[in-house]
Nanobody
């Protein structure tokens, strides 16, 4: 079972990135999928989560991020990026069909993708 993120990189303030998450070894449709992030020296922070029909965002998303999914991938569209958004972003999956903002509730974690917002 593996989650793999992609789409990170360096972007200027005000720019956009779209992160993607794919799964191997299980079907994404059967899981609640979320995104967390961790900046250097900081704790992991909840960003967003999506179930089959609901979405929930953490305060850091602040109307700038959008989570979505199709049959194969889960996406995190990030707009109006700010330097404080600089972090490693992790895709996570939970077998239980209820959403959670607690990192400990997720069963699988990807390796993370670096997002750097800087001029």
């Amino acid at each position: 079972v593996q989650l793999v993120e992609s789409g990170g990189g360096l972007v200027q303030p005000g720019g956009s990135l779209r992160l993607s998450c794919v799964a191997s070894g299980f079907t994404l449709d059967d899981y609640v999928i979320g995104w967390f992030r961790q900046a250097p020296g900081q704790e992991r922070e909840f960003v967003a989560v999506i179930s089959s029909n609901l979405k929930y965002y953490g305060g850091s998303a602040n109307g700038r991020f959008t989570i979505s999914r199709d049959n194969a991938k889960v996406y995190l569209q990030m707009d109006s990026l700010e330097p404080d958004d600089t972090a490693v972003y992790y895709c996570v999956a939970r077998r239980v069909a209820t959403m959670s903002r607690a990192a400990g509730d997720y069963d699988y974690w990807g390796q993370g993708t670096q997002v750097t917002v800087s001029s």
